[in-house]
């Protein structure tokens, strides 16, 4: 394969980074390589100016210095990407092929020290895990907060919008499949956006607890205690993980044990499990013709029926979605997992965790879009509902009941179980009922459009 074959969407191994590049971009400062190699900069230069700031270092660094090695990272770019795949893999000046990327970092971050600072203290008692783990969540937090939260977003916004202007809207309910209690469809849609909302508030916390160590190679200190003994690592490594806007973990093997990422893992795949059951109740919809699609200019539904118009982007939205979820619980299941103080078989499994969120993003914006595209058939929902008058059964046995009828709900059940009933056919049953003639008209003037109880008032509850 060239090189130009190389750089060419239609020659990438994953769609991700081929037929779905342009939906993923987001995500590329922070699951891509060169934005895990830039959170390490980070993380290598900050840890070198609070090194200097301790009384018990020799360590000085100047104000123009600490801007010099915070711009390694502020105004990283490509070279500096490539510049330290190149020492990792090939070797560079000085520097054999390192094998070892983090090692990479270290002798990037040399390459770049202010002259007088001495490159004894990059990566002064560090293991890499202490490194990587809050590279790692450096990248992770943002990415949920920036790029899928404002995304996820816009569907509950979506929603509530379709909630307010449907509210009122009479649809026919079904549960087990079967014609059910009318709701409205405004409500019906004020339920995912409700739904929505909480899941919403689990991905918030559980990234507001994303977690950091820096406790060196088994989680002692034993490297920083003995080279300088009369420090208070301990609280050293709680300032500096606080003050990346990291949570400390105190007790770690080599290894961070990563449950504050496996609970945001399972916050995201909850939500998505939210965003699956609505993509499948909008197919239904749209196959049973209570949401029409709008048609695409040039767009092609089958390649052998012209008039088709799919319900693509809910699929495309509940296929990628349930590609995360996999993922998502993959994930969640393995990083919390180590060989007594440390195995590296979690290095390789991190590299994708930007894979699980990408599919998310995917999912994300199919089904905003399936939700511009769709709008209510209201009379296809009006005749439904003419057509199953049975579904008023429930009010009817439920008045008798409040009048004294103790065998109401078996007189309705004879009426209309398992066979089609007409309007007419209640009509006849209240004619003979012994109620009196308020209770009769009260009867009479049931429908199953006027029969929603207070499905169009509980949409202004998405709103608390």
């Not at 801007?67 to 090939?90: H, N, V």
């Not at 991905?203 to 003995?226: C, E, F, P, Q």
């Not at 939205?317 to 994930?331: C, H, V």
Request: proline share 4%; net charge negative.
């Amino acid at each position: 394969m060239d090189q130009d074959q190389r750089s060419d969407p239609l020659y990438a191994v994953s769609p991700l980074d081929g037929r779905y590049a342009d939906r993923t971009t987001p995500l590329a400062p922070y699951a891509s390589e060169a934005g895990l190699m830039r959170a390490r900069v980070r993380v290598e230069v900050e840890y070198l100016l609070a090194l200097a700031d301790l009384d018990a270092t020799p360590l000085e660094i100047d104000d123009g210095q600490r801007e010099g090695l915070r711009g390694l990272y502020e105004r990283f770019g490509p070279e500096d990407a490539r510049l330290i795949k190149r020492i990792e893999t090939q070797g560079y000046g000085e520097y054999d092929a390192t094998n070892h990327d983090v090692k990479a970092i270290e002798y990037f971050v040399r390459e770049g020290l202010p002259e007088g600072v001495g490159e004894q203290w990059i990566h002064f008692g560090l293991t890499s895990e202490d490194v990587n783990n809050l590279a790692h969540r450096l990248l992770i937090g943002p990415a949920v907060e920036e790029v899928l939260v404002p995304a996820f977003r816009s569907v509950r916004d979506a929603l509530v919008d379709l909630a307010h202007e449907h509210r009122g809207l009479p649809m026919l309910a079904r549960t087990h499949g079967q014609p059910a209690t009318p709701t409205t469809f405004g409500k019906e849609m004020a339920v995912y956006a409700a739904r929505l909302g909480r899941a919403l508030g689990r991905i918030r916390s559980a990234t507001d607890g994303l977690s950091g160590k820096l406790a060196g190679a088994s989680g002692t200190y034993a490297a920083h205690t003995v080279a300088y003994p009369g420090v208070d690592w301990r609280a050293f490594s709680r300032e500096f993980v606080e003050e990346l806007g990291l949570e400390h973990v105190p007790l770690t093997t080599q290894v961070n044990p990563c449950d504050d990422l496996a609970e945001l893992f399972d916050a995201l795949r909850g939500a998505n499990d939210v965003l699956l059951d609505l993509d499948r109740d909008m197919w239904l919809y749209v196959s049973d013709r209570y949401l029409g699609q709008d048609a695409v200019e040039g767009e092609t539904g089958s390649s052998t029926m012209p008039h088709k118009v799919n319900p693509i982007d809910f699929e495309n939205s509940e296929g990628n979605l349930s590609k995360a979820n996999s993922d998502l619980t993959f994930l969640a299941g393995y990083v919390t997992k180590s060989r007594l103080q440390r195995d590296l078989s979690d290095s390789t499994v991190k590299r994708n965790v930007g894979a699980a969120l990408a599919h998310c993003l995917i999912g994300y914006g199919k089904c905003e879009k399936g939700l511009e595209k769709v709008a209510p058939n209201e009379r296809v929902m009006r005749e439904e509902l003419e057509e199953n008058p049975e579904v008023i059964g429930e009010a009817v046995q439920t008045i008798l009941r409040r009048e004294g009828h103790t065998d109401a709900y078996e007189r309705v059940k004879a009426l209309s179980r398992g066979r089609r009933t007409s309007l007419d056919d209640f009509r006849e049953l209240f004619a003979e009922l012994d109620v009196d003639e308020r209770t009769r008209e009260e009867l009479m003037t049931l429908t199953p459009a006027g029969y929603t109880g207070l499905a169009s008032e509980l949409v202004d509850d998405i709103d608390e």
